[in-house]
Antibody, heavy 127, light 108 residues
Framework: QLQLQESGPGLVKPSETLSLTCTVSGASIGSSNYYWGWIRQSPGKGLEWIGSIFYSVNTNYNPSLKSRVTISVDTSKNQLSMELISVTAADTAVYFC???????????????????WGQGTKVTVSS | EIVLTQSPGTLSLSPGERATLSCRASQSVSNNYLAWYHQRPGQAPRLLIYDASFRATGIPDRFSGSVSGTDFTLTIRRLESEDFGVYYCQQYGRSPLTFGGGTKVEIK
């Protein structure tokens, strides 16, 4: 059974870098059939898509976060990672890792709905 | 970006009643790539409907989705106690992917 498990620090200081990891069990993160990504949820902004990665190298980010976020995969550990630099209180949220099936035509691919979610990890930005 | 506006904000209903939730997109959603999710407190959202009208694996048939232009609707035929919580719509037709603000379905 496919499971996603997020891990990371519960508390990060302003201006520092937030690093989160998602361990995938029950599927290969290097598969060409899926996108893997991150979504966050805060009381002020609701659910916000952060970005996704496909086939281990093709990334797509929310323009609102693109200058500060990097998503990557480690296929040897079957893990998804996210780094968010220069955090502020506005980055306080519950962070979820997610899976989307890949919808591919002859020329392009995109993600489907988010069918698998991790349980989420709460991150607070505070000094 | 595509803005999704959900209404009503809160729906107060009794078990056994019918729930109708709305999600209006600010522009056309290509291929009707719109999904509905249900979230209970302290849990991650769960996919109910994808491509506007297709039930995800394991979702009971009391849940149905429909679309008319840029207006999407989620209908729950007979509410059960496990159905209460917050419902979100989300479009994946165009990047950036966006979510609606949610409709809370509470017990009357």
């Amino acid at each position: 059974q496919l499971q996603l498990q997020e891990s990371g620090p519960g508390l990060v200081k302003p201006s520092e870098t937030l690093s989160l990891t998602c361990t995938v069990s029950g599927a290969s993160i290097g598969s060409s059939n899926y996108y893997w990504g991150w979504i966050r949820q805060s009381p002020g902004k609701g659910l916000e898509w952060i970005g996704s990665i496909f086939y281990s190298v093709n990334t797509n980010y929310n323009p609102s976060l693109k200058s500060r976020v990097t998503i990557s995969v480690d296929t040897s550990k079957n893990q998804l990672s996210m780094e968010l630099i220069s955090v502020t209180a506005a980055d306080t949220a519950v962070y979820f890792c997610t899976r989307e099936s890949a919808l591919c035509s002859s020329t392009t691919c995109q993600g489907d709905a988010f069918d698998i979610w991790g349980q989420g990890t709460k991150v607070t930005v505070s000094s | 970006e595509i803005v999704l506006t959900q209404s009503p904000g809160t729906l107060s209903l009794s078990p056994g009643e019918r729930a109708t939730l709305s999600c209006r997109a600010s522009q056309s959603v290509s291929n009707n790539y719109l999904a509905w999710y249900h979230q209970r407190p302290g849990q991650a959202p769960r996919l109910l409907i994808y491509d506007a009208s297709f039930r995800a694996t394991g979702i009971p048939d009391r849940f149905s989705g429909s679309v008319s232009g840029t207006d999407f609707t989620l209908t729950i035929r007979r509410l059960e106690s496990e159905d209460f919580g917050v419902y979100y719509c989300q479009q994946y037709g165009r990047s950036p992917l966006t979510f609606g603000g949610g409709t809370k379905v509470e017990i009357k």
